[in-house]
């Protein structure tokens, strides 16, 4: 037998907490877009320490499940003695879940870069474009429109973990 006050009363809860979810996972999102495409231009660094180090760390997150991540977060790091930084769980969950999956992206993001032909940076290179211009009007906008439907599946990956 269903008591249909009490599916009544359930309602109001449920979507405040849909709408907590919805904007945990946008600004996961944004975290991870943003911070995605660091870890890939940083990881293609010609200072090989530099690459080392970001290709380990993006390795170690991915490793670990995200539940875990965000426990160390909410609870230890603030237990640590020069760290120390507390959070409130929306912002620790936020930034976790950015970072986490930040990683991911980031591997998608280096598979689009690496989509874009030889000849494209050869022929900036002839060019005469500098380094930031080879990336804004060259090579990005060729790499990024392939890997917005593999974006779209993480963005509904990290909605469903949230």
């Not at 426990?71 to 507390?86: E, L, R």
């Not at 409130?88 to 936020?94: D, H, L, Q, W, Y």
């Given at each position: 037998m269903i008591d249909w006050q009490v599916v009544a009363d359930a309602f109001p809860v449920i979507f405040r907490a849909m709408f907590v979810t919805l904007g945990i996972t946008l600004g996961a999102y944004l975290v991870s877009v943003t911070f995605g495409l660091v870890l890939t231009l940083l990881g293609r660094s010609s200072f090989k320490p530099l690459a080392w180090t970001v290709f380990g760390f993006v390795q170690f997150v991915r490793s670990t499940p995200p539940l875990v991540q965000l426990?160390?977060?909410?609870?230890?790091?603030?237990?640590?003695?020069?760290?120390?930084?507390?959070?409130?769980?929306?912002?620790?969950?936020?930034?976790t879940l950015g970072i986490h999956y930040a990683t991911y992206l980031s591997e998608i993001y280096r598979s689009g870069i690496n989509s874009v032909p030889k000849g494209q940076w050869e022929a900036s290179r002839a060019l005469n474009f500098g380094r930031t211009k080879t990336w804004v009007k060259v090579i990005l906008p060729q790499a990024i429109p392939p890997v917005i439907p593999m974006m779209g599946n993480y963005l509904i990956v990290l909605f469903k973990e949230t």
């Open positions: 426990f160390f977060v909410y609870y230890a790091w603030p237990q640590i003695p020069v760290v120390g930084v507390s959070m409130s769980a929306v912002t620790a969950g936020i930034a």
